[in-house]
Each structure stands twice: as structure tokens, then as C-alpha cells.
């Protein structure tokens, strides 16, 4: 990099980048959020300060401080820091940054950390590169990723790095960054003369979701396309705010942890007999976009499963959810989703139907399976008669209240119990009919 390249860099740094990145900390004491981990006596505080970082990969959603630590680090640090982005670094960017490393190492004994943004996006060969420099010390890997490393990051990298989670910020953080960004005559809009009346930053703190970068995103064209009023000064209203915030953005990938964490939430709250709770994670989904056969599928599993005989027309409603949402799609379909959801949220609960076959499978699996008893096996094919194939038969519907009792299970099973049926809802009715049915002493 030569003289011009840096200024042209650095002026772009701190006049014509956005607010977001004008922003960032440049020191640890400037961070604001992530206590957790950043916190004062924290491991990633200590090793940064004392310039004894060994890898790490930041995971956690978009705004939440990860390239912000990584600019953090990069000014603390006696190493040699290095960046690239997995979006559009190659094998090339990698060998370049590695042979300077090296070189680095040999002739200085300084080491170079290696800041690799998006690290999820680099394949598997790309990863499998780094590995051995990073196993020997020729270069401290630094990741972020938005995506859990323990799914797209080569397991080999992983265990040789320490993953820290950050979270999505509180609001009182994001508040505060707000606040910073307002006053900042240097890096913010201070400039401006720019004043955030209170109901309008509680609002962009509240609707950034977490999202640091958004909310200063939406700050940022609030400022340039307000006018300023009599006083000279650039008021942000809480309408204007919300003109430059119009919509909160879920943090929802369908194929990443919010989608799982999600469903499994909304299963969880219609197992539990929370229907508000699972009203909520179906709009979370349905707002996010989620595909609405998938979620009738999870209703329609949880009513098996969950409901069972408890109340059979748990099953019947979510079928007819799932059948009806094909046919009829958006919006419209929220509705039925949200009914199927409600009826299974507040119907009885018993897992009995699926316990039962459980073990079953089970005791099929690992047992030597016993003959079917010969009265039961069919009798219509031929010779089945000569072979004393469904002989003493008796035919239930010949016999008061179409009941006959008689073996039905293998001999080695006679007298095994997989369905255990329970005191909630229907099935209550179900284990009376049953005992009196069974009832030797019945009138």
C-alpha cells in the first residue's frame, strides 16, 4: 500500500464512510454491549489488552460487534493484523497474506492476526488451507460469522479456536450508541446540529431490533434528508423516524438458527398449552416468511404426537389446517394457522399414541419376533385351511358390544402393555370404556 492509497483510505474512513462505520470503537473502552464476553475481567477482555489473543471466531447476528471487535483488536495489538472477506477473497488473497506472515515471523518475531469476515463463506478446501498455519502460529485466525460455526466451519478450525457468541444488543445499548452518534462532532452527526427528541430514539432503539448498524443506518438518513427548522437545527421527530425505519427486520434465515430456535419455540409453546406464546412464534414465522406448508406440517406433528387420544380431533383440525393452506395460500392462511395452533395449544395432552409405538419399534428391533398367533394369520389363500391357518378365529361383531376377548398378541408378548392410556381429556372416556369392556363381571 503506498502513501496515496492510505490517504485515500483513511479519508474515507473518516469523512465518507457511513455513520455506522464511522462509528465504531477504537478502543475496548468504547464498546458498547457484550459484557458477556467483553466485559471488564472477561477472557477475550484480558487477552485483548494484553495482547495475548489466541483464535477466536465471533459468531453472532448482523450489528451486533463483530467486525467492531475485530477494528478493536487491530488497534491494540503489537501483530502485524491483516483483513479479507470470504464474499470475494480467493486461495490467492490467502497464500499472499500467509507468505507475508511467515516472512513477518521470521525476520521481525512478530506475529500477523488474520481478520476473515463472512468466514462461513469460504468452501471447505479454503478452510482445510488455513488450518496448518494456524496450528503452528504462523497467523491468529480471527472469524465472524452470522452463521453457528459448529455447522459451516471446519471442525478442525473450530478446535483450535475459542467461539465467542455475541447476542443482539439491549436496547439501552443501542440507545446509548444513538445518543454517542448524535453528539459526535468529529465521527457523527454532531456537525449537524441534529436533536433526537426522546419518543423518537426510543423508537429506533426499540425497532433496530438489536441491530446497532441499522439503527445508525436509519439515524443517518434522518439527518440527511431533514430539513432544518427556524432554529437551525435538524430535529428528528418520532415521524421522521419512523419514515427511515419503516419496518422491523427479523434476524431469520431459513436455514440457520433462528429458524430452528423458532419452530422449536413454537412447538414447545403448543406442547406446553401456551397458545398466546405459540400465536406469536406463527407471526414471527409468517412475518419472516417462513413456507406455510412446513409450519402445518410441525402443527400436524405436534398434534400426533403431543394431543394423541387425548383429543383425536387435534389431528383432524391440523390435517385439514395443512390441506387448506395448499389450496388457499397467503394472507388468508395465517388465519387457519393460527386456529390449528390455538386448538392443538389448548387441547388435552398425551403422549401415550407415541410412547407406545416407541417401544414397540423398539422391542421389534432388538427381539426375535414372535409367530403370529394361528388363529389370527389369513385363511383365504389356498391350503391355508389344510395348514390350520385362522382356525378358532372369533369374530368380534358375533359378540355382545362387538367384544370378544382373545389372544391377539405373539405368546412370547401375551400380556404386554405398550399403549398406557391417561386421565386427560378423551382418553379418560377411553380407559372407562375399556375397563368396563373388559369387565369379566359386566352385566
Same mark, same amino acid.
Given at each position: ?23 465504531? *470503537? ?30 477466536? !471466531?465471533?459468531?453472532?447476528? *448482523? ?7 475485530? =477494528? ?29 506472515? +511467515? ?15 463472512? !468466514?462461513?463463506?469460504?468452501? +471447505? ?24 460455526? @459448529? ?45 433526537? &427528541?426522546? $419518543? ?8 433496530? %431490533?438489536? %441491530? ?6 436509519? /439515524?443517518? /438518513?434522518?439527518?440527511?434528508?431533514? #430539513?432544518?427548522?427556524?432554529?437551525? =437545527?435538524?430535529?428528528?421527530? /418520532?415521524?421522521?423516524?419512523? #419514515? ?23 412447538? +414447545?409453546?403448543?406442547?406446553?398449552? $401456551? *397458545? %398466546? ?76 399414541? @407415541?410412547?407406545?409405538? &416407541?417401544?414397540?419399534?423398539? /422391542? ?8 403370529? *398367533? ?36 405373539? %405368546? ?25 369392556? =373388559? ?5
Amino acid at each position: 500500500m503506498d502513501l496515496f492509497e492510505y490517504m485515500r483510505e483513511k479519508k474515507n474512513e473518516d469523512t465518507d464512510a457511513p455513520l455506522a462505520s464511522r462509528m465504531r *470503537p477504537r478502543v475496548l473502552e468504547e464498546v458498547v454491549g457484550q459484557a458477556h464476553i467483553i466485559g471488564p475481567g472477561k477472557m477475550l477482555y484480558r487477552a485483548i489488552k494484553a495482547d495475548k489473543l489466541s483464535s477466536v !471466531i465471533f459468531y453472532g447476528p *448482523p450489528g451486533t460487534g463483530k467486525t467492531t471487535l475485530a =477494528k478493536v483488536i487491530a488497534g491494540s495489538t503489537r501483530s502485524e493484523f491483516r483483513q479479507i472477506n470470504a464474499t470475494s477473497a480467493g486461495k490467492k488473497d490467502m497464500e499472499a497474506v500467509v507468505s507475508e506472515a +511467515k516472512e513477518t515471523l521470521g525476520m521481525y518475531g512478530k506475529r500477523t492476526i488474520l481478520f476473515v469476515d463472512e !468466514i462461513h463463506r469460504f468452501n +471447505k478446501g479454503q478452510q482445510d488451507y488455513l488450518l496448518p498455519f494456524v496450528e503452528n502460529g504462523t497467523v491468529i485466525l480471527v472469524g465472524a460469522t452470522t452463521e453457528n460455526p @459448529y455447522f459451516e466451519v471446519n471442525g478442525a478450525l473450530i478446535s483450535r479456536s475459542v467461539i465467542f457468541e455475541l447476542r443482539p444488543l439491549e436496547k439501552e445499548d443501542v440507545r446509548k450508541i444513538l445518543q454517542r452518534a448524535v453528539s459526535d462532532q468529529e465521527r457523527g452527526v454532531g456537525a449537524y446540529a441534529a436533536v433526537m &427528541e426522546e $419518543d423518537a430514539l426510543e423508537f429506533l432503539a426499540d425497532m433496530a %431490533d438489536g %441491530d446497532a448498524r441499522r439503527a445508525l443506518n436509519a /439515524l443517518e /438518513l434522518a439527518v440527511l434528508t431533514t #430539513e432544518p427548522s427556524s432554529d437551525g =437545527k435538524i430535529h428528528i421527530t /418520532l415521524e421522521v423516524a419512523g #419514515e427511515c425505519i419503516q419496518r422491523r427486520v427479523l434476524r431469520y434465515d431459513k436455514d440457520g438458527d433462528n429458524h430452528y430456535d423458532t419452530i422449536s419455540a413454537f412447538i +414447545k409453546s403448543m406442547r406446553g398449552s $401456551d *397458545p %398466546d406464546a405459540a400465536v406469536y412464534y406463527l407471526a414471527r414465522m409468517l412475518y419472516a416468511g417462513e413456507d406455510i406448508k412446513f409450519i402445518a406440517r410441525r402443527i400436524v406433528i405436534c398434534a400426533a404426537e403431543d394431543v394423541g387420544m387425548a383429543d383425536p380431533m387435534a389431528l383432524v383440525v391440523a390435517t385439514s389446517a395443512a390441506q387448506a393452506v395448499e389450496r388457499i395460500g397467503l394472507p388468508e392462511s395465517r388465519i387457519i394457522l393460527s386456529e390449528a395452533a390455538v386448538y392443538v395449544a389448548t387441547a388435552p395432552k398425551s403422549n401415550a399414541s @407415541y410412547l407406545a409405538v &416407541e417401544e414397540a419399534l423398539g /422391542l421389534v428391533g432388538k427381539s426375535r419376533q414372535g409367530a403370529v *398367533p394361528p388363529h389370527l394369520q389369513d385363511s383365504h389363500y389356498g391350503g391355508a385351511a389344510k395348514l390350520g391357518r385362522g382356525l378358532g378365529y372369533l369374530y368380534a361383531h358375533d359378540f355382545p358390544k362387538h367384544y370378544v376377548e382373545q389372544q391377539y398378541l405373539p %405368546d412370547s408378548l401375551v400380556g404386554h402393555k405398550f399403549f398406557n392410556l391417561g386421565d386427560n381429556g378423551y382418553e379418560k372416556k377411553i380407559k372407562e370404556w375399556m375397563s368396563w369392556l =373388559k369387565n369379566k363381571e359386566r352385566k
